[in-house]
């Protein structure tokens, strides 16, 4: 099994900044791509970045030129720096890897999500 455990959210003020880190541990060869999925109250779960283990970046393009994804391949972790957040960047943010794991089985595992309030 593979799990993912994520850190950093909170509240901070529109204009502030946070970071998020997702460790993913367990039996793993390889991660292929990691990345940062939210859900606001209501709302569908929608990708926020993506990165594979090459560096490849993906972005929502809510977020392009405030967030940055970067990822520790060694550490099988990746980060989310969110800069200039707004209010309705608010929402429960997830973590997602999909890889292989030591029985040679794909896997894609989620983390239990880390609530981001942002307010006005």
């Known amino acids: 099994q593979v799990q993912l455990v994520e850190s950093g959210g909170g509240l901070v003020q529109a204009g502030g900044s946070l970071r998020l880190s997702c460790a993913a541990s367990g039996s793993i060869i390889r991660i292929n791509a990691m990345g940062w999925y939210r859900q606001a109250p209501g709302e569908q779960r929608e990708l926020v970045a993506a990165?594979?283990?090459?560096?490849?970046?993906n972005y929502a393009d809510s977020v392009k030129g405030r967030f940055t994804i970067s990822r520790d391949n060694a550490e099988n972790t990746v980060y989310l720096q969110m800069n200039s957040l707004k209010p309705e960047d608010t929402a429960d943010y997830y973590c997602?890897?999909?890889?292989?794991?030591?029985?040679?089985?794909?896997?894609?595992?989620w983390g239990q999500g880390t609530q981001v309030t942002v307010s006005s």
């Open positions: 990165v594979t283990s090459g560096g490849s970046t």
């Open positions: 997602n890897a999909e890889g292989i794991t030591t029985l040679l089985r794909v896997f894609r595992s």
